[in-house]
């Protein structure tokens, strides 16, 4: 008992230490709860829930009451528990249906949305949704299909209703066990079905007026504008950095500025939102400081604060309103916020009241790359700075501060990120920091506010000058961008991690960071493990695609391919997420003409005409992509099979043969388990849709009504 006392007397004084930090934790326990719901293997049912939710009450009233002592770890508990059910939550409430079959035909629907894909192609996302033949109740909210037949044509506009003949399929599951989970992806973003068309996409009814969809009409035209303004991928680039449009971007300059680590240029996020409120902030009070009266009398650094939170906002609205620019949105607001408050502007505190944010509007946001990576770069920064300040950035003169302010940004937020890009990613840019001291810059001193002035000229129909400075700063860094992409060794390739290392990565470094203590060195050790984990992960010894079109088994050189083309999609996939530079023909090349075959166990892959004929070939497991005449007495993983299970991975160590499927590591779960949102459907209160009646589409709206 003395011991226990102890222990408990111990644990009270540590965290009676962390007084003026906790803050910053409550983020983190957050994050631990929404990714336990995303962890699980089975949708968590009402009791589960019922049970957390008493476990979170009972915290918090402990907590109150015991807030000298063990009140912290209490309200630890709480937000563990808040973070779980506000996950599922979020969950059950932002789906729709999904297609749950291939479908060839008639397609219509509202352009709500437009983007380019990885093949270089315009692609449309629609609601509204018309399927010829599909009962109403199972069409899904919002398709998103890929234009492989427009040339010529126009496309239909923001807002219009649109008519074209594709193909749709439901979102694939993963390409492999512990992949990217599109499924999920597609469930948050309310994406029944992706597919693509090679007809093209014509109007059959003009736009109606809406808030989102004027917003959206607006984007497209300003993106319009300034690419006419500025030929070429310069004004394709302006259109993306300024309103968040990207499909006049070629695929060659995507490929450049991944390559050169100069891609998140692109993303309106907390690099452009900073950079647009601080020039607006700077600029507001500049041209009150003109007016003596009012630089005397009004309190001018919280007036530019709320100009810039205004300006801010509008920028979010008219850039698409992405998930990244709402939270660099919400962290400029608690930055200017504390402004107008008198509070230091840009502390540890700020960066945990905007994760708070973020993660409680979109839980679903702690799974990307870009909440990872923004909020890692900005913890960094705060953090360096912090330090260099107290050193009074170690006594350099004022002349070279701001350049030394600028290499020090690059390289703590390049490092900080790393990891985390590495990891989604599988590149790794290892003249990153140089392009980024090239270009950042650039971006900072010309880009954005030639971008601001551009639009305050406008008005005036001047707006020439400013965007022709505005494009000789775009032409800069995308020649910097092809320079670095170009260099030998620019890019180095890493195999993907297991799904443990990036939150205990990110856990021992937090620790590291915020925890007062020797306890803090603990920290060091969980990342040093993560590292030591991710290092010595091993990859699957033979990958089976979901569709059963491709085979990939590991070989000396590298993982061989069963076909040369086909599932190309999956196939890169594969080879990223190996640390292999190779392209699907090159890793089919490798073949020796040696059957598939790990130890003891041989694998056949049939496809076509061969998979319908196949026979049993001895002990050897038939992988196949169509059904075959025939039921075989032999193992056969045939798209019956696969449609339960997903991609397959086997492991081979030694004498023994281990197998993987996606469904055992995504388990049970509403997006990918129609059983369960056919009952979360029946739950959910029917409410009417609020948008804009379409013309000429009358059809559409009793199906939507019928849902």
Request: charged share 15%.
């Amino acid at each position: 008992m003395a011991l226990i006392r102890a222990a408990c007397a111990t644990m009270g004084a540590a965290l009676q230490c962390q007084r003026g930090q906790l803050l910053c934790w409550a983020p983190i326990f957050l994050s631990i709860g929404i990714g336990g719901y995303f962890a699980q293997a089975h949708e968590p049912g009402d009791m589960m829930l019922l049970t957390i939710v008493g476990a979170g009450v009972v915290s918090v009233g402990l907590a109150y009451s015991l807030r000298l002592s063990f009140g912290p770890a209490l309200a630890a508990l709480a937000c563990i528990a808040l973070g779980f059910v506000l996950a599922s939550a979020r969950a059950h409430s932002v789906g729709g249906p999904v297609l749950e079959f291939r479908y060839y035909g008639p397609i219509e629907g509202r352009v709500v949305a437009m983007d380019r894909s990885a093949s270089d192609r315009i692609r449309l996302t629609l609601d509204h949704v018309y399927l010829e033949g599909v009962a109403p109740r199972r069409i899904p909210h919002k398709v998103r299909v890929s234009l492989h037949g427009q040339e010529g044509v126009p496309i239909p506009g923001p807002g219009s209703h649109a008519m074209l003949t594709g193909f749709l399929s439901p979102p694939p599951s993963p390409a492999e066990p512990h992949g990217f989970d599109f499924e999920r992806h597609a469930w948050f973003q309310g994406l029944g079905a992706v597919g693509y068309s090679r007809s093209p996409a014509v109007r059959f009814a003009p736009p109606r007026e809406g808030a989102a969809l004027w917003i959206f009409r607006t984007r497209m035209a300003l993106s319009e504008t300034l690419q006419d303004a500025i030929p070429g991928q310069a004004g394709a680039v302006a259109a993306a950095v300024t309103v968040g449009d990207r499909s006049g971007m070629g695929q060659d300059v995507l490929t450049d500025l991944r390559r050169s680590n100069l891609a998140h240029l692109l993303a309106i996020s907390g690099l452009h939102m900073g950079l647009l409120t601080g020039f607006i902030f700077a600029l507001t009070r500049f041209c009150l400081a003109l007016i003596p009266r009012v630089a005397l009398t009004w309190p001018t650094r919280k007036i530019a604060a709320i100009t810039a939170l205004v300006a801010g906002a509008a920028y979010l609205a008219l850039s698409g309103g992405a998930v990244a620019t709402e939270r660099a949105y919400v962290m400029a607001a608690v930055v200017f916020g504390a402004v107008i408050l008198g509070r230091r502007a840009l502390t540890l505190r700020a960066v945990a009241v905007a994760a708070l944010v973020v993660l409680l509007l979109r839980p679903e946001a702690l799974l990307g790359a870009g909440f990872q990576m923004s909020f890692a770069a900005t913890t960094a920064l705060v953090l360096a700075f912090r330090w260099l300040s107290a050193r009074d950035m170690l006594g350099l003169p004022r002349w070279i501060r701001p350049t030394f302010a600028v290499v020090v940004s690059s390289a703590v937020a390049g490092f900080a990120t790393a990891p985390i890009a590495a990891a989604h990613f599988n590149i790794f840019s290892h003249y990153g920091l140089l392009a980024n001291l090239l270009s950042v810059p650039v971006m900072g001193a010309v880009v954005m506010p030639a971008a601001v002035i551009a639009v305050v000229l406008s008005i005036f129909g001047l707006a020439g000058p400013a965007l022709w400075v505005m494009a000789r700063g775009i032409d800069w860094i995308l020649g910097v961008a092809d320079w670095v992409a170009g260099l030998d060794g620019a890019v180095g390739r890493i195999s993907a991690p297991g799904p443990e290392v990036l939150p205990l990565l990110a856990l021992g470094a937090l620790i590291l960071a915020l925890w007062k203590g020797r306890a803090r060195y603990s920290g060091a050790v969980l990342a040093s493990g993560a590292a030591v984990l991710w290092m010595t992960d091993e990859r699957p010894s033979l990958l089976i695609s979901p569709s059963g079109g491709l085979v990939g088994l590991v070989q000396e050189e590298g993982r061989v391919l069963s076909k040369e083309r086909g599932d190309g999609f999956v196939a890169s996939i594969w080879l990223e997420n190996d640390g292999d530079s190779a392209d699907q023909a090159a890793a089919y090349a490798r073949r020796t003409g040696d059957p598939l075959r790990l130890g003891d166990q041989a694998f056949v892959h049939l496809t076509g005409k061969r998979a319908r004929e196949a026979t049993c070939a001895g002990s050897a497991i038939l992988v196949l992509n169509d059904t075959p005449e025939a039921t075989l007495p032999c193992a056969t993983i045939t798209p019956a099979s696969l449609r339960e299970t997903g991609s397959i991975a086997f492991f081979f160590d030694g004498d023994k043969l281990t197998r993987l499927t996606a469904r055992d590591v995504t388990g049970a779960r509403l997006w990918n388990t129609p059983s369960l949102r056919e009952a979360a459907f029946q739950r959910r209160p029917v409410r009417p849709d609020p948008s804009p009646a379409p013309e000429g589409a009358e059809r559409i709206l009793a199906q939507r009504g019928d849902q």
